[in-house]
């Protein structure tokens, strides 16, 4: 199961910190997404670590703004997102997908947690 937290609402230009806490199976063993999705348009991958960690993908529009990261012990990735911009708002989700064969494509992914809102104010 995965569990997402640390949505709200911040002034554009604010920041925070998306946590997605896995149980149940292990991260060594799937890579990890975050999607979002804005009213009216489609769930589009955001940022993703692969299971060993050492490879990750953002969005061209959050590249220097945002920062994926895991921490094994504790079997949470979380999504550091400074700069907010307004069109960051959306409901962002995690997910897993197992193996080493990974991707920013929603449709691949296994398991999914329900999503936290994220609201940006200009």
């Known amino acids: 199961q995965l569990q997402a937290s640390g949505g709200g609402l911040v002034p554009a230009g604010g920041s925070l910190k998306l946590s997605c806490a896995v149980s149940?199976?292990?991260?060594?063993?799937?890579?990890i997404g975050w999607f979002r999705q804005a009213p009216g348009k489609e769930r589009e991958g955001v940022s993703c670590?692969?299971?060993?960690?050492?490879?990750?993908y953002y969005l061209g529009s959050v590249k220097g703004r945002f920062t994926i990261s895991r921490d094994i012990a504790k079997n949470t990735v979380y999504l550091q997102m400074n700069g907010l911009k307004v069109d960051d708002t959306a409901v962002y989700y995690c997910?897993?997908?197992?193996?080493?064969?990974?991707?920013?494509?929603?449709?691949?992914?296994?398991?999914w947690g329900q999503g936290t809102l994220v609201t940006v104010s200009s």
């Open positions: 670590i692969s299971s060993s960690g050492d490879s990750t």
């Open positions: 997910a897993a997908v197992y193996g080493a064969h990974w991707s920013a494509l929603p449709e691949i992914y296994d398991y």
């Open positions: 149940g199976i292990n991260l060594d063993d799937y890579a």
